[in-house]
């Protein structure tokens, strides 16, 4: 009796240790924005190839559109380990400790994509991912989302028009600085806040990319959407150092496989996602937009630019002057 209660035991452990064993490794990936966007499409993307590339030993959990945890949670949570997976805006890196990532806000700054990516992939973007590390994260990788618009209730052609407006903007100093170069009062908010700010007044207007703009329908309570173009918006995917370092070398090599594919993914769908988004904006006749003319983006371009050296010190003026190299960036040409 004795000894059959002990086999019985032993078949027991045996069986739990095996569903252990099988457990998958769940990776909760949490962002803010809506699933339709490149954001959301990319987050999904990589989730289906993590798992078919571990062959299941890995479950990756989006959440989407903060139903998890706004922007400054978020961030808490990973460095808790309460989430794996995150990509914040590269506006939002400060709070991390890392306020270089600042230097993608920098105004009129990239023309292209292609641009863009030459700083990404280049020692800057490189530098940058690495630092992550003494903070206890590990960047992955950088997906795309797409230059910004701005919007408001009111015609904004030139900066003067900018005047006085309350503008929401990301928890980002030099885009504190940008507003404030144009004469707006700018105020950093989550995410989450912006379409109810900007419905009840709390703010006037903002600035975003298309996908964002049309997926959170801020274009139903802005009256004006104007084609600026005057920067960028992008992400650092990022993990905890911690819980990376302890996943089975096997794992890694395929998630790390995994996001290679996606970030392709990513990077390959934003423009064509932000140029549906303001088909959309555009055929739903629920604002106007407005197509800057030269003398206004000459304007706009002039009133900008000191941002650029205003912020020399904050993201480092070393940084500036590689990237004015990589993207053939001219000041005194404006
Ligand atoms: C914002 O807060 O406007 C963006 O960072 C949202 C996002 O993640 O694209």
Same mark, same amino acid.
């Given at each position: 009796m004795q000894i059959h209660s002990l086999l019985l035991g032993a078949v027991a452990l045996a069986f739990s240790a095996t569903a252990v064993a099988q457990q998958p490794i769940v990776i909760k990936f949490s962002h803010v924005v809506a699933a339709d966007t490149p954001k959301g499409k990319a987050s999904e993307f990589f989730a289906k190839r993590a798992?078919?590339?571990?062959?299941?030993?890995?479950?990756v959990?989006?959440?989407?559109? &903060?139903?998890?945890?706004?922007?400054?949670?978020?961030?808490?949570?990973?460095?808790?380990?309460?989430?794996? *997976?995150?990509?914040? #805006?590269l506006a939002k890196f @400060?709070?991390?400790?890392?306020?270089?990532?600042e230097l993608f806000d920098l105004p009129y700054m990239? $023309?292209?994509y292609k641009e863009l990516h030459a700083v990404t992939t280049g020692p800057v973007g490189k530098a940058l991912l690495q630092k992550l590390e003494t903070r206890g994260l590990v960047g992955l990788a950088y997906w795309?989302?797409?230059?910004?618009? *701005? &919007?408001?209730?009111?015609?904004?052609?030139?900066? $003067?028009? =900018?005047?006085?407006l309350k503008m929401r903007i990301q928890s980002s100093n030099v885009? $504190?600085?940008?507003?404030?170069?144009?004469?707006?009062?700018?105020?950093? *908010? !989550?995410?989450?806040?912006?379409?109810?700010?900007?419905?009840?007044?709390?703010?006037?207007?903002?600035?975003?990319?298309?996908?964002?703009?049309?997926?959170?329908? *801020?274009?139903?309570?802005?009256k004006y959407v104007a084609l600026t173009n005057h920067g960028y918006l992008g992400y650092a995917v990022i993990t905890n150092k911690k819980f990376w370092d302890g996943l089975p070398a096997d794992v890694k090599t395929a998630l790390d496989a995994a996001m290679?594919?996606?970030?392709? =993914? @990513?990077? #390959?769908?934003? /423009?064509?996602?932000?140029?549906? !988004?303001?088909?959309?904006?555009?055929? &739903?006749?629920? &604002?106007?937009?407005?197509?800057?003319? !030269?003398?206004? /983006?000459? !304007?706009m371009k002039k009133a900008l630019l000191k941002v650029h050296q205003q912020m020399a $010190?904050?993201?480092?003026?070393?940084?500036?002057?590689?990237?004015?190299?990589?993207?053939?960036?001219?000041?005194?040409?404006?």
């Open positions: 798992g078919e590339l571990t062959k299941g030993k890995v479950k959990e989006v959440y989407a559109n &903060s139903t998890l945890y706004k922007d400054k949670e978020e961030m808490e949570a990973l460095q808790l380990g309460a989430v794996q *997976m995150l990509a914040p #805006s @400060a709070p991390l400790g890392v306020k270089e990532f990239f $023309d292209d795309d989302n797409g230059f910004k618009v *701005m &919007s408001a209730n009111k015609p904004i052609n030139v900066p $003067d028009d =900018y005047k006085g885009l $504190d600085a940008q507003m404030r170069a144009l004469g707006a009062i700018p105020q950093k *908010m !989550a995410f989450s806040e912006v379409y109810q700010a900007l419905q009840t007044g709390v703010v006037d207007g903002t600035e975003n990319p298309p996908s964002n703009l049309y997926t959170q329908k *801020m274009h139903e309570v802005q290679v594919e996606a970030t392709k =993914y @990513a990077n #390959s769908i934003a /423009k064509e996602e932000n140029d549906k !988004a303001m088909e959309e904006v555009r055929k &739903s006749g629920k &604002s106007e937009i407005l197509v800057p003319t !030269a003398e206004q /983006k000459k !304007a $010190d904050r993201i480092g003026k070393e940084n500036i002057d590689t990237i004015y190299k990589a993207t053939g960036f001219d000041p005194s040409k404006l």
